[in-house]
Antibody, heavy 117, light 112 residues
Framework: EVQLVESGGDLVQPGGSLRLSCVVS????????MHWVRQVPGKGLMWVSR????????SYADSVRGRFTISRDNAKNTLYLQMNSLRADDTAVYYC??????????WGRGTLVTVSS | DVVMTQTPLSSPVSLGQPASISCRSS???????????LSWFQQRPGQPPRLIIK???NRLSGVPDRFIGSGAGTDFTLKISTVEAEDVGLYYC?????????FGQGTMLEIK
């Protein structure tokens, strides 16, 4: 059974930092490109970041570039998102997802990040 | 980035009736490899999105055949031939032809 389990979401003050983690099982993580996608509660979906299977080729949405860093540990089947200089508009549910031939086939259940004073 | 525009944003439908959602892209979605990477996702209340159709019209395993995807170029449609209660939720189109992937705003399907 495929599972993607995110963790690390929390309430944080503006300017603060968080590190999200996503542990995956049920598919070959080491050969999979992975993304983070976020969803403001009650709103739509926005792509945040992507990383290739070999930890290269990290890409970011303009709104998070320079503040967020995606990484992975293939030995631990884990994807990360380091989020610094958080702003109120970063408040969202963050999903860990798998890339599959130019689409997204697997989604985690998400972890909620709330940025508020 | 490619802008994806869905209409309508809300679709009240009676059970057993058809529903249709339109998705229009700001650029053509034909990839240089000859495929068109337009996907549809269903998001039921309280759940993450679920891929139901990829490459315009290919239903995923387990997706009922009442879900029909069509289109080409910049204009795409998701049709539900006869709406059932379990179909309530949000529907998103997403393009994967040009990076970064971009999503439509979402269409809420609700029962009248």
């Amino acid at each position: 059974e495929v599972q993607l389990v995110e963790s690390g979401g929390d309430l944080v003050q503006p300017g603060g930092s968080l590190r999200l983690s996503c542990v995956v099982s049920g598919f070959d993580f080491s050969t999979s490109w992975m993304h983070w996608v976020r969803q403001v509660p009650g709103k739509g979906l926005m792509w945040v970041s992507r990383i290739k299977n070999d930890d290269s080729g990290a890409s970011y949405a303009d709104s998070v570039r320079g503040r967020f860093t995606i990484s992975r540990d293939n030995a631990k089947n884990t994807l990360y998102l380091q989020m610094n200089s958080l702003r109120a508009d970063d408040t969202a549910v963050y999903y860990c997802v798998r890339d599959f031939y130019f689409t997204i086939d697997y989604w985690g259940r998400g972890t909620l990040v709330t940025v508020s004073s | 980035d490619v802008v994806m525009t869905q209409t309508p944003l809300s679709s009240p439908v009676s059970l057993g009736q058809p529903a249709s959602i339109s998705c229009r892209s700001s650029q053509g979605l034909l990839h240089r490899d000859g495929n068109t990477y337009l996907s549809w996702f269903q998001q039921r209340p309280g759940q993450p999105p679920r891929l139901i159709i990829k490459r315009v019209s290919n239903r995923l395993s387990g997706v009922p055949d009442r879900f029909i995807g069509s289109g080409a170029g910049t204009d795409f449609t998701l049709k539900i031939s006869t709406v059932e209660a379990e179909d309530v939720g949000l529907y998103y189109c997403m393009q994967g032809t040009k990076f970064p992937y971009t999503f439509g705003q979402g269409t809420m399907l609700e029962i009248k």
